[in-house]
């Protein structure tokens, strides 16, 4: 039993200083962004005037001072790029959960090891990331087209301000919710990337051996 916890002691610290590192390089992630409108007050402590953001248990989360002497222009364009971001790390983080389980297509799109997700970066034709790519560069389009409108909020795609604004302490709520999903989906991506290219593994490292 010793050498199995002083192997889990051994991982656990690894994964502590990877993620150390993750956090010094993605601070800005957690820059304090924007909403266009009014601000509740009640629901939020702001530090600059017009953003939603400022939650438990961080609260005002700017260790580098990013935010210090910007306009609310140039933080809506941080809350745009944060947004994005996260989002984007929330689909990852499920897709890399639901990937070595469900992967129905894999056979089709010549992928010999599709329970390893970075594996199958490898593995994938040329086609597909040429799919990929004008996929994504068809969102960026949209997305680029949804910013003409003259009432756009950052990160709005779907036009939800016009219906209500930061009067209401439910879509703050919600605003908070998604933001703070997004920070943490963005670190774990981050620790299943890690773990992956240190320990060649992407199952679970840090339960699974209590366990056995």
Known sequence: AAPQVTALVITMARFTAALTLCLASSATAFVTPSA???PVRQAT???VEGLVGDTAPFGYWDPLGFSQGKSLEQMTSYREAELKHGRIAMAATLGWIAQPGFHPLAKDCHIKTPTDPIKTLYELPPAGFLQIFIFIGFLEFL???IKENPTYAAGDLLGASELVDNT?????DYQQKELNN???AMFAIMGFWIQDLIFGKTGDLLFAPMVQ
Do not use: I, Q
């Not at 209401?168 to 703050?172: F, L, Q, S």
């Open 45 to 47: 402590t702001m530090k």
């Open 36 to 38: 266009r409108r009014t």
């Open 143 to 145: 997305g680029l087209k």
């Open 182 to 184: 997004g920070r943490l």
């Open 168 to 172: 209401d302490a439910g879509w703050v």
